[in-house]
């Protein structure tokens, strides 16, 4: 099934309470790239007889010399990382009784070689538990692929699962009810979701805060060519679909950083601020280039890296360092730190710097620090600028929240009726961006004609561009409004 409890609700433990029935051991645990250490911790603690091991390369080794002696030569417990599994697979299958996929939405991408992969596993071992508080991160359609690696055809197939409840391409499938499809879920016996009011487990509050910031306009002059020219890829008819797919890519790639970077210099200052009030941050973003501003703005405070661009033993040394209070602000990729635990007892506020397209990646984050063991309330604040891609993001992610909420909380939201969906949202990005640009132009243009006309002798005798000649005095336009919603963080 899919155990899908709140964040920090305590998944780990309930599958190791699963792990100590023998029928299912040996047992796979597969889990992310920087988590099978605290996995290993964990077993330790909760089930200290099971006999563990954490593969260690990508390609297949002789298990029995890490087996317990005199018993199975086997190790009750191989923990894997996905980035590993593709090479494992096949051996894995021939002798585990089960798996369990820790933050299962990693299986979201049916097109994937891990997703190939575990595919294998799964249809080799009898007992199969999923686990995540966010197993979908975009489109409600991919809760198909996370089921299928849990238990395959208990939905039919993808085009019986598509007639039946959603919209959309595949790549951007909308679940039309998603309430009624997570209803669906927990009667089937596919998903148990407990909440803390359910278990009378409640933390104090988290308090999520959209705050805007400032913008240096040279980040977005330093792309403007290169996003102008990729938007008008895009838009073209006559662009091949391959060509389509990467200026679509690379579009979002520029607009994104320029933004992040555009923004950069005002997070961090906004984060010297909270330090200096003596909190300690978890401080949230996306690009390395952006990673590099923030350490130079924030020079004089201790700061850790856990991000892509760290080993996982350098993740494990940043993260002891905020612990122990020898780093103040902890610098995470978005992406790095699901299910990651120990942050709880050292932050209450958290800066997400640059946004995600998906909103299940947001809670993870936050959930890093709210989460059992928090004794304070929490504040996240939301860093978002009015230019750039950030308002396009906040629409998508508006969208794609209701649908997370509706397959997992089916009890405590209505039905969504009429959801309607962009299929090509960066196209929309890209249009309204070449939009922005040309009202921009044209402002410029307004202005300095303007500018001409007031050195006449009195305001009547100002002109109106157009040529007319019924001294009114000029109204410039502004550039086009970007449609501009904070409903995600209500």
Known sequence: ?????????????????????????????????????????????????????????GQPYDLTKHGRKGGYPIPDVLIISYSKLTG????????????????????????????????????????RLGMSATPIYNYGGEIFNVLEAIAPDVLGSWEEFHTEWCSGTREKAVVRDAAAFGNYMKEAGL???RTRTEVKRELPPCYSSPQIVDTDPKAFDDVSDACAALATQLLESTTANFD????????????????????????????????????????YGWHHTVYDIWRDCL???????????ESASQKEAAKAAFISGDAKVPIMSLRSGAGLDGLQGSSRVIVIGELDWSP????????????????????AYFMVSTEGSDPFMVEALDL?????????????????????????????????????????????????????ASSADSISDVRDVSGDNDNDIVALPTAPAVPYTLSLFD
């Open 1 to 57: 099934m899919l155990l899908a409890d709140e964040v920090g609700l305590g998944k780990t433990i309930s599958a190791i309470a699963a792990l100590v029935d023998p029928r299912v051991r040996p047992c796979v645990y597969v889990t992310l790239t920087h988590l099978p250490r605290q996995v290993k911790s964990m077993i330790g603690r909760f089930a200290p007889h099971l006999d563990t091991h954490v593969i260690r390369s």
């Open 88 to 127: 494992w697979a096949e051996t894995l299958a021939k002798f585990a009784k089960s798996v369990v996929w820790d933050e299962v939405q990693e299986l979201r991408r049916a097109d994937s070689n891990r997703y190939q992969a575990a595919r294998i596993l799964t249809e080799a071992v009898p007992f």
């Open 191 to 193: 998903m148990l979701r």
């Open 244 to 283: 389509k797919m990467r200026a679509a890519q690379d579009f979002d790639w520029h607009l994104r950083q320029a933004t992040g970077i555009a923004k950069a210099v005002y997070v961090a200052e906004f984060v010297k601020l909270i330090v200096e009030s003596g909190e300690k941050v978890v401080l």
């Open 299 to 309: 020079k004089d405070i201790p700061v850790a890296m856990y991000t892509g661009q």
């Open 360 to 379: 299940g990646v947001h809670e993870q984050a936050i959930g890093r620090v709210w989460r059992d063991g928090q004794e304070n309330s929490v504040s």
């Open 400 to 452: 794609k929240e209701r649908q997370i909420d509706g397959l997992r909380n089916p009890d405590q939201i209505g039905p969504i009726e009429r959801l309607q969906i962009d299929p090509e949202r960066i196209k929309e990005m890209a249009r309204r961006y070449l939009n922005r640009k040309a009202g921009n132009a044209e402002d410029r243009e307004l202005s300095d004609s303007a500018e001409s």
